[in-house]
């Protein structure tokens, strides 16, 4: 944290001045989830640390993802068991450090006649997957006869069903759960800035020791000196890596992945179900929440631009098709989506080896000039991988005494006012939708606060009071805007509207009215010349067009 400041737009001078100023232990490229916990990681730690981002913090992958805190049932089928075990304690510890974002999620899995899941197995798979994940008690996976299944989601294909079975899993908001990581990362004294892009890689005596940096905002560079760089670019650590020297061996190979959201009302499942894309060997999940149900994800190779990932009528298809052939549903047709996204998976490609032995581990790539690069992974194994490069960085700055700086963040609330655990929270949101009743918000509204702010909720829902002029869900997005504005570094109106509360994504009926009142009220905080403010409003027009247009 530089001197007290909030983490605003407001104090971006100072922040570009601080960055510009001194020789960091370490900066980090990259303002994902990855980039996130390794600046968080070597704050806590001790270390000096600036992290660059160039667009918003998680506008790459980590805000297109499934969002699900998961142990990766899909690895078991690979026999990676040591991968399994760790991500599924890394679901225990982020929901302890985090319990309001993540969220426990009953799975229903569905055996359907024909489908590659069996009994037996499923049920040893299960097993196995618990085991190794620790998990215990109510949340232990249970196997479901055919009548069970049918009565906890009715809306399965009854006559081609076998059974089921219900297993423990986590949901999250992947954008939050970024930004709550940089957060934390900024009170512990790192210096992250959004829409500063690393253009060059400066070098003395064959030795990385600057980076220059584009702003965004004003299109001006500044140069930042660290004594050790680490590439977090997620799908763009290549052409990062590349900028030093020629790749060979390993290297990402990048797949796209779909989401599609339609209201709850055409897909009413109680549960999160995973199941068998028919004619397919693959599995995809649809997920309730709040009033919407999401549903992916595609994987096919992708070869685009990362800067513009496009959903195709092709992917819309597969999705619905698996749909309306699972559930005993009104058809979904591609005129029912209310809004959707798609994102990158930055896997790891071998040279000689076949598509199959893609790797979804993470992987480190020392370069010779001394820039690290990680990629792969997943938002599950953030912690855990910031701490294996985290490890590395000490090592080189303090070979002697790498053991004086053990990792920190198992103990790391990712919040400042926090839930000791599930219980409190969700007493807490009971208080809110009471408040919320009176307020004349309803009770998604106080759900979505919670989730989305955590006990600081509290502070958005009294500020409502300075706009009691205006109706409640306008008042809301004004305080939720101050907030974010305040403490959350947002610099333009999509950065609130996409990934800070997630409404484009999960409350999409909320748009026409945050789209009314966002941009009068960013000129009065900001002032904005007319040409601006015909930009943003047209950026913003163009976003929200484009998650129920494809191509
Ligand atoms: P990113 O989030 O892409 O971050 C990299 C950042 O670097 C970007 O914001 C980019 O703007 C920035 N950048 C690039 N170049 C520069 C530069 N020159 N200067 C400055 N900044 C730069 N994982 C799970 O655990 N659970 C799931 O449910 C899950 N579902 C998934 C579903 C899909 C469809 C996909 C695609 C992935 C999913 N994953 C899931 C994986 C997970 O989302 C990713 O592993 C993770 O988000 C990658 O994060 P990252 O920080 O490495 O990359």
Redesign the pocket.
Known sequence: MVAGLGFSKTNRQTFLEEAASRQFDLLV???????AGIALDAASRGLSVCL????DF?????S???????GGLRYLKQFEFNLVKEVGRERAILHQLAPHLVVPEKMVLPLIKGGSLGKIMTSIGLYIYDFLADVEGEDKRRMLDKEEVMEIEPLLPESRLLGGSIYAEYRTD?ARLTIEVIKTAYRYGALPINYL??REFIEEDGILTQVRCRDHLDQREITIAAKNVVN?????VDQ?RAMVEPISGKRLYLTK?VHVVVPKIKLPIRHAVYFDVPHDTRMIFAIPRLEVTYI??TDTYFDGSNDEVRITGEDVDYLLSAVNQTFQIEPLRSGDIISSWA????LIYEDGKSASEISRKDEIFEAGNGLLSI?G????GYRKMAERIVDMVVQRLFPDSAEDYPVQTENIRLTPEYFSDFSECQEFIRQMIHLCHQGGLDPVSARYLVHNYGKESMHIYEAMAKYSEYPPEVALIFSELDFCLANESVVFPVDYLVRRSGRLFFRPDTIPVVMEHIFPYFIERFGMTPDQHQKEIARCEKIVASVHSFS
């Open positions: 490229i990259g303002g994902g989830i990855t980039g660059v981002e160039k667009g998680a506008s790459g992958t980590s297109k993802s499934t969002k699900l805190i998961h992947d892009e690393c977090a670019a997620g799908p763009w990062l992945g992916g994800t994102g990158i998976r930055p990629a992974g997943k938002l599950t």
